[in-house]
């Protein structure tokens, strides 16, 4: 396995950067006033808080690193390293992570049309590895790289665009997967999640259960569903196994949208925590408001 040499010392600083707010953020969160808005459909607000959108405003991922405290990490295009932005790598989505493993999806910003894109895997030591995708002729290349998740089992990836589209796109969980490739070469897409219906925007996804993901869109229309900037449930025929399955798309309603400022919403990341069950959406408010990104976090029910 190749590491990435001239990067791995840049990652593991970013990385703590990130880690520091997000503990510090984390107990402001349980802090924080609960207030209601919504409804989403299944699920009840339970609380609310901000952080600052220049580490917050693209994606989030609860991470529990084995031997250490649980944290949430946020990501942020202000938070690119350098050598990954001269490779080119100018866009970052929403992130996971499994099993203390980060993983974070690059959209390629240097080349138009894109050809590619980039997943990268931070190990639980701070080593970070590069796996490129050469876009396939389904995967439309404007915004390629909206956002990654990994099955529970952690055998799968699955990421998507951010247009309107009809299937999500399943990968080999680098390093957890025997069936990935090493790092730098190109991972094979083994097969598509199939909806029966078309989504749009979907910033970010995270599974729930083996059969079911949760997907964040900034839909700006209500032509697909009834709301815009919708909650989706996806709930797949069969757990994934590397191939082709077929899945239900359902609205659970639309993200909240509550703010001091008026104009136009941005729904960002999603996030399910397995261990505690709580769901956290990432909504930046409208200008000049959208210095902070606010954080809603949901329990069933």
């Known amino acids: 396995m190749r590491e990435r040499g001239a990067t791995t010392s840049m990652l593991r600083r ?66 690119i390293t ?3 932005k001269d490779e080119g790598w100018g866009h970052v989505g929403d992130a996971d992570s499994r099993n203390g493993y980060l993983f974070d999806a690059y959209q390629n910003t240097k080349d138009n049309p894109a050809t590619n894109k980039m997943f990268l895997v931070t190990t639980p030591s701070g080593q970070g590895f590069e796996y490129p995708h050469t876009l396939l002729p389904e995967e439309p290349a404007v915004n390629a790289n909206a956002s990654v998740t990994v099955s ?87 757990p994934l196994r590397g191939t082709d399955t077929n899945a239900r798309v359902t609205s659970l309603g639309q993200v909240p949208m509550l703010s001091t400022c008026t104009g136009g919403y941005t729904t960002e990341g999603i996030d399910y925590d397995v261990n505690t069950g709580l769901l956290r959406v990432e909504v930046v408010p409208p200008s000049p408001c959208n210095v902070n990104t606010d954080v809603y976090t949901f329990r069933r029910g």
Not at 44 to 51: A, G
Request: some cysteine.
């Open 14 to 79: 970013a990385l703590a950067v990130t880690t520091v707010a997000a503990i510090s953020l984390l107990g402001v969160a349980e802090t924080a006033s609960a207030h209601q808005s919504g409804p989403v459909k299944g699920w009840t607000q339970i609380d609310h808080t901000t952080v600052a959108n220049a580490i917050s405003g693209e994606g989030i991922a609860t991470v529990y690193p084995l031997g250490a405290a649980p944290y949430i990490y946020y990501r942020a295009g202000g938070i």
């Open 82 to 84: 350098q050598p990954l």
């Open 152 to 238: 529970p089992d952690g055998q799968w990836m699955v990421g998507n665009t951010l247009q309107q589209l009809q299937e999500l796109f399943v990968y080999p969980t680098p390093i957890l997967n025997p069936k990935a490739p090493k790092p730098g070469e190109n991972l094979p897409m083994t097969g598509r999640i199939k909806l029966d219906r078309p989504i749009r925007d979907a910033q970010g996804c995270d599974f729930v259960s083996s059969t079911r993901l949760l997907c964040s869109t900034s839909d700006p229309t209500n032509d697909l569903f009834p709301t815009t900037s919708q909650i989706l449930q996806i709930d797949l025929a069969h």
